[in-house]
């Protein structure tokens, strides 16, 4: 259940990645997800000034997910299965204040997932 296609990789994202019209605007279609969560982090809000993210999310206040290190924290959200393509469209969506990491989700899932970059 876990694996995904060579050319495939799992996108944990609990936040604009999951809305409709941010999907279409990234990846062209609409990406079908499932529920997980992360453990060891908890949100914030991050105010984004890049125009094109703020037209194509609604909003200028996006979700950051910080790490704290405590496991008893988790960030809800949906393991997004993707292309490889598709990955490098969403690293050039997100704003330079996140960074990509890899981490195990609550199912088991190893997935990315874009985090506070400090």
Not at 62 to 79: E, F, L, Y
Not at 88 to 115: K, P
Request: proline share 4%; aromatic share 8%; net charge negative.
């Amino acid at each position: 259940m876990n694996s995904v296609d060579a050319g495939e990789v799992w996108l944990f994202s609990y936040g604009t990645l999951r809305q409709p019209e941010v999907q279409r605007a990234i990846f062209g279609r609409l990406v079908e997800g499932r529920a997980d969560v992360l453990p060891g982090y908890a949100l914030s809000t991050l105010e984004i000034v890049d125009p094109g993210v703020i037209t194509a999310s609604g909003s200028a206040l996006h979700p950051i997910a910080r790490n704290t290190g405590n496991p008893v924290d988790k960030v809800t959200g949906v393991a997004l299965r993707i292309s490889r393509a598709e990955l490098a469209a969403a690293d050039t969506y997100e704003v330079s204040e996140y960074v990509r990491v890899t981490v195990r989700l609550g199912s088991g899932t190893e997935a990315f997932v874009y985090v506070s970059a400090r």
